[in-house]
């Protein structure tokens, strides 16, 4: 079966549209994403084109902040902090990377986590460490999407996430880990990484290598979902895994192009648009149930002693 991201993430969108009309008719007003690029990286400016054209297609206002020629990192935290103290914005979207010299890490603690819609300020991922999230990074939240969709089984699965950044594998890891799989994370020290990936019932891969993931690496039967985009010297778009060889072997397997990519953009919306409810109509903090962990469900934690 090929996990059709585009369709999956139209749904999202579906979704996402409805919700700002209603958000409109109950207020008045639509939600905002003030959108953050700075300096002249060619591939930002595409994905900060493409997001814009999303945001406008669902009916999300978007107000953009283009620095080609840069910002220092004094000049980008006020900005961010203007944007934090406008009550007009209620996402900021902080297209990364940043240019060198700038501090990826401050910048991204000084965006006021209830409108960080990329779900990486330090409050949020510490929030979904602890089993209550509010906002989930974009990826990671589209991966489960595509799985829950589909009606992947995850509970007392195998899963293996390959990968340990904190845009993807990390937080990845925490959402299997909540829906009750048994998660493996594996990483450039990984000793032996077919050993691990052969037994993944759920295999996702967030890389960054062509074809990390041979065919004889996947388990016959697995759910394999490949984040990996990368551009070889032909031209052509492949994810970390070998799509025609593992295709042979998995039950299930999302395409690159066409799989992941399109959810991230769904998600980020998703993210803008639940931002905005928070915020205009107050409350509604609960965390998605399906991310949620059994110490969040009410079972008690242990005492740190
Ligand atoms: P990243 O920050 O470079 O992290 C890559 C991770 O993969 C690291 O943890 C690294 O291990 C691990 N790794 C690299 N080579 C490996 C190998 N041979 N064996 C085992 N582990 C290996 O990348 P990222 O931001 O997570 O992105 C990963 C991929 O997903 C990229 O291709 C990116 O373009 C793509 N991506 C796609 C979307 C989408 O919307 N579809 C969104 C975000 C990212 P160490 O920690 O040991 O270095």
Known sequence: MILDGRSVAQKVLGEVKAGVERLRGETGVAPMLAVVLVGDFA?????????????????????DHVHPAGLTQAELLAL??????????????????????????????AIAPQKDVDGLHPTNLGRLLAGAP?????TPAGCLEILDHYGAKLEGQEAVVVGRSRLVGKPLAQLLLARHATVTMCHTRTRDL??????????????????????DMVKEGAWVIDVGINRLETGRLVGDVDF????????AITPVPGGVGPMTVAMLLRNTLRAAQRQLLGGGLRPPAAASSPEAR???PRANA
């Not at 103290?85 to 890490?105: C, F, R």
């Not at 509010?134 to 974009?138: A, D, E, F, G, L």
């Not at 052969?198 to 891969?205: G, K, N, Q, S």
């Open 80 to 109: 961010l902090g203007s944007l934090n103290a406008d009550p007009a914005v209620h996402g900021i979207l902080l297209q990364l990377p940043l240019p060198k010299g700038l501090d990826e890490d401050e910048a991204i603690a």
């Open 298 to 300: 009410g079972r008690r």
């Open 194 to 215: 077919a050993e691990h990936t052969r037994r993944a019932d759920v295999l996702c891969v967030a890389a960054g290598r062509p074809r990390v993931i041979t065919g």
């Open 43 to 63: 591939p930002s400016k595409i994905y900060v084109a493409n997001k814009m054209k999303a945001s406008d297609a669902v009916g999300i206002a978007t107000r």
């Open 134 to 138: 509010t906002v989930v990074p974009c």
């Open 244 to 251: 025609d060889a593992a295709s042979a072997r998995a039950q």
